[in-house]
């Protein structure tokens, strides 16, 4: 049986209402359903393998769900690369951020330059990192890993207006695919997917308390270290918002009225990695909003994402219990930039690597369970 | 000022008791303080670089633990080696396990054929493997990689008796410091400990019972995958054994009374590894017990000590919150054999890069918090 027929015949066999109907929105192209017969094949040879059943945790079911990504018990992660969207937004003149709105822009330059967080982590893992500059309220220069895809230098304050335009959004999730679709080289199936945007958790906090319907107070969190009198603030920006405009139940709306440019790119670069059978590895806060938005506008688009940590930032934790998955680090990483997808990128590569090269019992000659 | 005067100066105005008095028991030695100022620079240092106070979360206390272990700035994982010990117990033919005995010397020859989970992951983070046969009931041949070592075919049953005598305590607890410091190469200061042994989870909560005080039921887990049925015998039987003798305090007469050989060695691992100054990776439950036995003959050897993961094996979690230490991963793993360590050295070389590499505020022209 060909990978292509064990996708068709699970397809044909699915009992899962049919979705999308044979278009996506926006001109994206129809996620593929996963393979589930490989995904189930390769829970099997987990059980073959000299170790308890069950041993590794969710090392084993992680391992499954890559090689259902890639329809195949070969799995492997080839020439991953690192994208990380930068933009500014509107609200940050009120006071919702620790740092003032230059720093995205300076860290931009922090990035290329080799000094951040995922710049060490990008090189430690051997991928490359590229910066896209979203809506960046600065001018970021030139270079090799930048895409300059600026939708406006920052987004408009959604305190008194939608952040964009209908137009501005669409461009966004459309330039989000391209820039995915620049940095694929050949072979490229993994890429991690990471953020840098002073205010972001606030405009992140409006969209899943759309998406969600969780109380708007239980979606906001300190973001990168705000104090009491500052969280107190953020909170009332946040209701001033809603108050403006009861969230949008349209994905493509509730960005639109909330979001940002780099949180509208991220969306569309997980559903071009996902209609590229890529595994998706989603950091934080903001890139998980980004990863549910992405489900939102086709469902399947989900199971391409491992889901890298549990952020320290608040509402990170229930929106992963929203979204019924489970991070692989919980070590109370707070910095976005895709540093937690980028460290959790090793424990993938030790699950495939213990189901690809581990010994069978029979090949080695060890007893099984209760004989 | 120098590593050393730093030592010197933080242990001169040391407020803790004095430990130890100079001599260490068993003829081990003494383990040195790891260097507080030290830790407290490297705290200091993670504050200058390009990212939001603690953001980095757990990875910062972790990078400035290593920083005070190697009492350096500049830490760094040299030549790694995993060491596996392994032996069996006479309790095991009371079925406590899933597996008969004779998986422990299958394993042992798996581990050194390259097919074993563990294998797979020191081959995948560049380590030596090592495996000591402390005590398995079995001939396991001869390997260049395989450290000889049997106090005796497996244990006696501690349902009748004390598993082994003091001299054979006394013995392992050496044999263990002596594997240690044969696998030691020049440079090497990292070491990932491990342990294979049909039995062993029962021997450990028997311990893990004597040294916390815990009720023995709550000690008791499922090890590698006993039904209730088995879990009840298994409950039942260490029952006996803790009636027969109540736990003693003494660490050596507790390893005695109910002890395997792989678990004292383990722990003459540990103390060794720590006064020779090395950063000790914990791996599961059974690791875990021998490191708190280490730490209750030298409390020291706890601060070399960093803790890979917990493991699914219900009383791991328990024991991790009595010894106030907190795992790196924690995704359902229960194999043993070191592997969550092993996969841990990821998080650790991660948390180092970052502390070395990152660029601080200054040098990348970033603006600080609330500027």
């Not at 049919?18 to 393979?35: E, K």
């Not at 720093?103 to 330059?113: G, I, R, Y």
């Amino acid at each position: 049986m060909t990978a292509f027929q064990a996708r068709g015949r699970n397809r044909s066999t699915d009992t899962a209402p049919a979705r999308n109907a044979g278009t996506a929105p926006l001109g994206f192209a129809v996620v593929p359903r996963i393979d589930e017969a490989t995904r189930e094949a390769a829970k099997c040879r987990f059980d073959t393998l000299t170790k308890p059943q069950g041993a590794l945790g969710r090392l084993e079911p992680l391992a499954a769900q890559v090689c259902a990504i890639q329809s195949t018990l070969k799995p492997v992660i080839t020439r991953p690369v690192a994208i990380v969207f930068a933009a500014d937004h509107g609200v940050a003149d009120r006071g919702v951020s620790a740092y003032p709105r230059a720093v995205t822009e300076q860290m931009v330059k922090n990035f290329l330059s080799g000094g951040a967080a995922i710049s060490v982590l990008a090189k430690l893992q051997g991928m490359k990192l590229w910066i896209v500059d979203a809506g960046v309220d600065g001018d970021c220069g030139k270079h090799p890993r930048l895409i300059t895809a600026k939708i406006r230098r920052g987004t408009r304050d959604f305190v008194e207006q939608a952040t964009m335009t209908p137009d501005e959004c669409r461009n966004a999730l459309r330039q989000g695919r391209a820039a995915l679709e620049r940095v694929t080289v050949s072979g490229t199936n993994t890429v991690i997917l990471g953020e840098m945007g002073i205010g972001n958790t606030a405009a992140s906090a409006l969209l899943m308390h759309g998406m969600t319907g969780h109380q708007l107070a239980d979606c906001v969190g300190r973001g990168t270290g705000l104090d009491d009198r500052g969280l107190a603030r953020k909170r009332a920006t946040l209701e001033a918002a809603a108050a403006r405009r009861a969230p949008p139940s349209d994905p493509v709306e509730l960005l639109t009225e909330f979001g940002g440019y780099e949180i509208a790119m991220l969306t569309g670069a997980v559903l071009a990695a996902a209609a590229r059978r890529m595994l998706v590895l989603v950091d934080g806060f903001t890139v998980t909003v980004a990863a549910a938005l992405a489900a939102r506008m086709d469902p399947s688009a989900l199971d391409y994402c491992v889901f890298g940590h549990c952020s320290a930032e608040h509402a990170h934790r229930a929106l992963l219990a929203h979204l019924n998955v489970q991070p692989l680090l919980d070590v109370e990483m707070r910095l976005g930039e895709g540093t937690g997808a980028a460290i959790a990128l090793s424990t993938v590569r030790a699950a495939l690597a213990l189901f690809i090269e581990m010994a069978t019992f029979e090949g080695a000659g060890v007893s099984g369970k209760d004989s």
